[in-house]
T-cell receptor, first 115, second 114 residues
Framework: DGGITQSPKYLFRKEGQNVTLSCEQNLNHDAMYWYRQDPGQGLRLIYYSQIVNDFQKGDIAEGYSVSREKKESFPLTVTSAQKNPTAFYLC??????????????FGNGTRLTVT | KQEVTQIPAALSVPEGENLVLNCSFTDSAIYNLQWFRQDPGKGLTSLLLIQSSQREQTSGRLNASLDKSSGRSTLYIAASQPGDSATYLCAVTYYSNSGYALNFGKGTSLLVTP
């Protein structure tokens, strides 16, 4: 079955360490996204990529970095510069860029806890 | 700036009731509106996508309507079941200075009791 796989489901890190969250899709979608979800705040866009080797900052990109070397993969690195990294991170994809008239498909998320 | 609001934040109904979830947005210049379902600790599942030119979409017991002029969408769930318990989020796609953008509401947490 096609879908989006995020790993790991739970991740624990010490403050000051960089950590990379994995996101892989086999839907042959062009566009991929990273969102952060905090209680009471809804989803906020971190980065998005409309095609391979191209990505754009979202609303809260500071302290994060991404790469898009392959169509199927869009890893997110949470750096030590991110002030409040503990959150639930969701990866999504859509057939075309910015989900214009194509639904978003989401992975099951990675819960990151930084102590 | 496009603001998306969902009221109420939480809702509890007995099994079998028909119910309506509300979503409002401040700028009527949208391309589409999507409704999602999120189970605890999971990702979002797309339920319905309504294009800006459409008035409603239906899938099984779900019916979503869109009134762009008033900036409102409703998700109607018929004959609710305990398995419908989840958080329901709406999101609008619109055009911003930096291109197409997607804004989410904070969701309505639904509990259907047996």
């Amino acid at each position: 079955d096609g879908g989006i796989t995020q790993s790991p489901k739970y991740l624990f890190r010490k403050e000051g360490q960089n950590v990379t969250l994995s996101c892989e899709q086999n839907l042959n979608h062009d566009a991929m996204y990273w969102y952060r979800q905090d209680p009471g705040q809804g989803l906020r866009l971190i980065y998005y990529s409309q095609i391979v080797n191209d990505f754009q900052k979202g609303d809260i990109a500071e302290g994060y970095s991404v790469s898009r070397e392959k169509k199927e993969s869009f890893p997110l690195t949470v750096t030590s510069a991110q002030k409040n990294p503990t959150a639930f991170y969701l990866c999504a994809s859509s057939l075309t860029g910015r989900s214009y008239n194509s639904p978003l498909h989401f992975g099951n998320g990675t819960r990151l806890t930084v102590t | 700036k496009q603001e998306v609001t969902q009221i109420p934040a939480a809702l509890s109904v007995p099994e079998g009731e028909n119910l309506v979830l509300n979503c409002s947005f401040t700028d009527s210049a949208i391309y589409n509106l999507q409704w999602f379902r999120q189970d605890p600790g999971k990702g979002l599942t797309s339920l319905l996508l309504i294009q800006s030119s459409q008035r409603e979409q239906t899938s099984g017991r779900l019916n979503a309507s869109l009134d762009k002029s008033s900036g409102r969408s409703t998700l109607y769930i018929a004959a609710s079941q305990p398995g419908d318990s989840a958080t329901y989020l709406c999101a609008v796609t619109y055009y911003s200075n930096s291109g197409y953008a997607l804004n989410f509401g904070k969701g309505t947490s639904l509990l259907v009791t047996p």
